[in-house]
């Protein structure tokens, strides 16, 4: 079964950086799309990032000029460099990578995030 690993999260002052690494536990061929999605206490799941097998970026307004979403094909990991974080950033990271041809959504099993003001 595949299972996407997550790593990097943790507590960062607001303006400072975190840097967020995703890796599958095995290769998946057909991913098409990976991306970034979190949650916060109270809310629901919000798409954060996502980057497309033809390197087509993507990012909700209130991150754009902060993060920037990124591939590693020599490590076969999918990163999301954060950086000007600020306490509205605080939630659970959640990686995402989506098959087209089945159709299939794998998840991880998410990472916290904290900006302390």
């Known amino acids: 079964q595949v299972q996407l690993v997550e790593s990097g999260g943790g507590l960062v002052q607001a303006g400072g950086s975190l840097r967020l690494s995703c890796a599958p536990s095995m290769d998946i061929p057909c991913i098409t799309t990976m991306a970034w999605y979190r949650q916060a206490p109270g809310k629901g799941r919000e798409l954060v990032a996502s980057?497309?097998?033809?390197?087509?970026?993507y990012y909700v307004d209130s991150v754009k000029g902060r993060f920037t979403i990124s591939v590693d094909n020599a490590k076969n990991t999918m990163n999301l460099q954060m950086d000007s974080l600020e306490p509205e950033d605080t939630a659970v990271y959640y990686c995402?990578?989506?098959?087209?041809?089945?159709?299939?959504?794998?998840w991880g099993q998410g990472t916290q995030v904290t900006v302390s003001s």
């Open positions: 980057i497309t097998s033809s390197a087509m970026t």
């Open positions: 995402n990578a989506h098959c087209d041809l089945i159709r299939e959504d794998y």
